[in-house]
T-cell receptor, first 111, second 112 residues
Framework: GENVEQHPSTLSVQEGDSAVIKCTYSDSASNYFPWYKQELGKRPQLIIDIRSNVGEKKDQRIAVTLNKTAKHFSLHITETQPEDSAVYFCAGAEGAQKLVFGQGTRLTINP | DTEVTQTPKHLVMGMTNKKSLKCEQHMGHRAMYWYKQKAKKPPELMFVYSYEKLSINESVPSRFSPECPNSSLLNLHLHALQPEDSALYLC???????????FGPGTRLTVL
């Protein structure tokens, strides 16, 4: 089955700087890669996703890149703000139902 | 209504109790999910229902029994749980043809 590794486990950046979180996956059949943000005590919420037929996707300050050959994908957050502080989970799946999550990255934005 | 709701928010139960968790969505989604999330860990998929039929069971112990009475409701029946089953139980739903899974706020379960 799929195995998703995520790094780093914690990340601290200055407000306004960029943050990058990286994930690798094992199953070459996986074709859907979402990123979820989970604030303390809250539900996970999708922030961006990418399918394997696309190399990059951007939504305002958030972008995701996918390298199918290397089986890795990354989340990029630019111009970070205090409200970006949360735990971020990457995930992979063949189709979109059987999501396998990475271990999470706790992102802290320092004012 | 664009939210998934779950009841109760908190549940404390003994190892001999029987209880149920409830999940509801009115977005017309035909796929519904149960996840288990331990503290500081990612959600782990337990069950998937597609068109009210169980399509994925991730080798979950039989003390957890899911039920999908209709396209809007999903239940998780709990019986003879162990203290290690204490966790946040998340429900989610999605379009069958779509990608995004919408999560509910979860039920925080404590087994004494």
């Amino acid at each position: 089955g799929e195995n998703v590794e995520q790094h780093p486990s914690t990340l601290s950046v200055q407000e306004g700087d960029s943050a990058v979180i990286k994930c690798t996956y094992s199953d070459s059949a996986s074709n859907y890669f979402p990123w979820y943000k989970q604030e303390l005590g809250k539900r996970p919420q999708l922030i961006i996703d990418i399918r394997s037929n696309v190399g990059e996707k951007k939504d305002q300050r958030i972008a995701v890149t996918l390298n199918k050959t290397a089986k890795h994908f990354s989340l990029h957050i630019t111009e970070t703000q205090p409200e970006d502080s949360a735990v971020y989970f990457c995930a992979g799946a063949e189709g979109a139902q059987k999501l396998v999550f990475g271990q999470g990255t706790r992102l802290t934005i320092n004012p | 209504d664009t939210e998934v709701t779950q009841t109760p928010k908190h549940l404390v139960m003994g190892m001999t109790n029987k209880k149920s968790l409830k999940c509801e969505q009115h977005m017309g989604h035909r796929a519904m999910y149960w996840y288990k999330q331990k503290a500081k860990k990612p959600p782990e998929l337990m069950f998937v229902y597609s068109y009210e039929k169980l399509s994925i069971n991730e080798s979950v112990p039989s003390r957890f029994s899911p039920e999908c009475p209709n396209s809007s409701l999903l239940n998780l029946h709990l019986h003879a749980l162990q203290p290690e089953d204490s966790a946040l139980y998340l429900c989610a739903s999605s379009q069958l043809s779509g990608d995004e899974q919408f999560f509910g706020p979860g039920t925080r379960l404590t087994v004494l």
